[in-house]
């Protein structure tokens, strides 16, 4: 399928997903799976939440992160989740659970995830083990980590739709709470890399 034909939400999220599959692992590049699809993701202009979701497919992590940092304070929990799935992919497993655990009682995550938290957990447990000591399997992590998006991806579809929008900064984006901020600084300013709890 050329880059021609890939021109909605769906025609790229079935592309990204045949492609390159549902990531368990941290992708072995920090690069963009195809660095031709980043103009084309972003292009489409759907809400946020939809475009990180595809960055995340395409393992253009920086991208994603960018939108989700507009998006990480209440009441944008579905930010908020895709931020923690976002460090799951990138191996930061500490700091996704941190994100989910802000975000288990949304609507979002408990369509995503109907056994709740510890069911979430326990998955990114999985994957971090299978990770760490190659003990796991990866089909079906892999399975399950599609199953997670693929419910995101439903739930954000139904909220927000896959129409244009024209300024995202009144669709999507919050004020970063005081705590965030303080983060956000620092790792900007040299230093501590991932969010600590």
């Given at each position: 399928m050329g880059n021609t034909e890939l021109t909605s939400f769906d025609t790229l999220y079935a592309h990204l997903g045949s492609k390159y599959g549902f990531p368990v692992l941290p992708?072995?590049?920090?690069?963009p799976h195809d660095k031709t699809l980043t103009d084309a993701i972003s292009s489409l202009s759907v809400h946020p939440t939809l475009e990180s979701l595809l960055h995340i497919l395409n393992s253009d992590l920086p991208s994603a992160h960018f939108l989700c940092r507009h998006m990480q304070n209440r009441p944008a929990w579905e930010g908020m989740y895709i931020h923690g799935l976002l460090h799951r992919v990138e191996g930061d497993y500490r700091n996704a659970e941190a994100w989910y655990g802000d975000v288990a009682?949304?609507?979002?995550?408990?369509?995503?995830w109907p056994g709740g938290l510890d069911d979430a957990k326990a998955f990114i447990q999985q994957v971090e083990k299978l990770r760490k000591e190659k003990v796991g399997e990866r089909e079906q992590l892999e399975g399950q980590s599609k199953r997670e998006m693929d419910a995101l991806v439903e739930?954000?579809?139904?909220?927000?739709?896959?129409?244009?929008?024209?300024?995202?900064?009144?669709?999507?984006?919050v004020a970063s709470s005081e705590k965030h901020r303080e983060i956000a600084s620092k790792m900007l300013v040299g230093g501590e890399g991932w969010r600590q709890f």
């Open positions: 992708s072995p590049s920090p690069r009682e949304s609507e979002c995550f408990t369509f995503a739930w954000c579809k139904r909220q927000f739709g896959t129409e244009k929008v024209d300024d995202a900064s009144k669709a999507a984006w």
